[in-house]
């Protein structure tokens, strides 16, 4: 299994979102409102139960970093990713969206519910 640069293996995230499932993500992202704050302590596991609960949920969580660099977010984005099997969707300065696929629902009616 291949691992992280942390040295902690990578979980499976099943399949990635093809290109038109990924701009239909990334407009659900543009209207959500950050759900999740990652402050300057960092990811712990408090942050990763609070986006595992979203992502059963919702599939799409948004998560803004507070007080972190542009390189430091996509490290963190990334990790809370592959702590969570997601996919890291989009990153728009200190904005993360992260996408889990539910087998029992589609994307339309996720994007039915949020693109009014």
Request: proline share 6%.
């Amino acid at each position: 299994m291949a691992q992280n640069p942390w040295g902690t293996p990578r979980r499976p995230r099943g399949p990635a979102p093809t290109g038109d499932e990924r701009e239909v993500l990334r407009r659900i992202g543009a209207v959500l409102r950050p759900s999740l704050r990652i402050g300057r302590k960092g990811i712990d596991s408090v942050a990763v139960a609070k986006a595992n609960a979203h992502l059963a949920s919702d599939q799409v969580v948004k998560a803004e970093f507070v007080g972190h660099g542009s390189t430091a977010i996509r490290a963190m984005a990334d990790d809370l990713a592959a702590r969570t099997k997601a996919h890291c969707i989009s990153i728009h300065g200190s904005m993360a969206v992260l996408y889990r696929r539910d087998p029992r629902s589609n994307l339309h009616e996720l994007a039915a519910r949020h693109l009014v």
